[in-house]
């Protein structure tokens, strides 16, 4: 089990590397390192939140789109695999809000395409994901929840709840590694 862990550790530290150096350089061969080495495990996830083998590829290339697109306001201090996760799961419940509302007869909508007045919403996770970050202690919730569902860096967390960035970190760490641990292994796959 120590082994997996810094296995891990080990991945996330390369990929977070080469995202960094893709939004520094804009070095293409990185972010195509990065897309190689999370997009089988992304996928993973998407095909258990949206119908559709083709869906889901359309799932986790717009989430790359997204993490692209918003590479400015990721937090060097955070691990990239729960940010991409965070993206990749309030894009599908975007998706999954929209064809619901969605007529039947209308066809397919594509998952990129946002109604306004949305983004709440679009914070939405899982039934399994909110029941697993409810049963979190305390501690460990209160930093998880704003990383995941508002983006919020680790020291925007530390400001708000006026703990050392730190321990933020630390406890940013712990909790996400409870809530992998607390979720159905469809939500947790990694590797």
């Known amino acids: ?15 977070k590397k080469l995202f960094l150096r893709w ?5 293409g061969r990185a972010l ?3 897309f190689d080495g999370t997009a089988r495990e992304l996928l993973g996830v998407a095909a258990h939140l949206v119908p559709g083998t083709g869906e889901a590829e359309d799932l986790v290339q717009l989430t790359f789109l997204r993490a692209m697109e918003r590479a400015a306001s990721f937090d060097e201090q955070a691990e990239l695999l729960p940010w991409l996760h965070g993206i990749l799961w309030r894009e599908a419940m975007a998706a999954r809000r929209r064809r619901r509302a969605r007529p039947a007869e209308e066809g397919p909508e594509p998952l990129d395409a946002r109604e306004p007045g949305q983004e ?22 209160e930093v998880v929840t704003p990383y995941l569902l508002e983006e919020q860096s680790p020291q925007a967390i530390a400001d708000a709840l006026a703990r050392a960035p730190g321990t933020v970190r630390l406890q940013l760490a712990r909790g996400l590694a409870r809530l992998r641990a607390k ?9």
């Open 183 to 191: 979720l159905p292994r469809e939500y947790a796959a990694y590797g």
């Open 120 to 141: 709440l919403e679009e914070r939405e996770l899982p039934a399994a994901v909110r029941s697993a970050l409810e049963g979190l202690p305390s501690p460990y919730r």
């Open 1 to 15: 089990r120590q082994a997996l862990g810094t296995k891990d550790g080990m991945r996330e530290r390369v990929l």
């Open 32 to 34: 195509a390192a990065v």
């Open 23 to 27: 939004r520094r350089r804009g070095d």
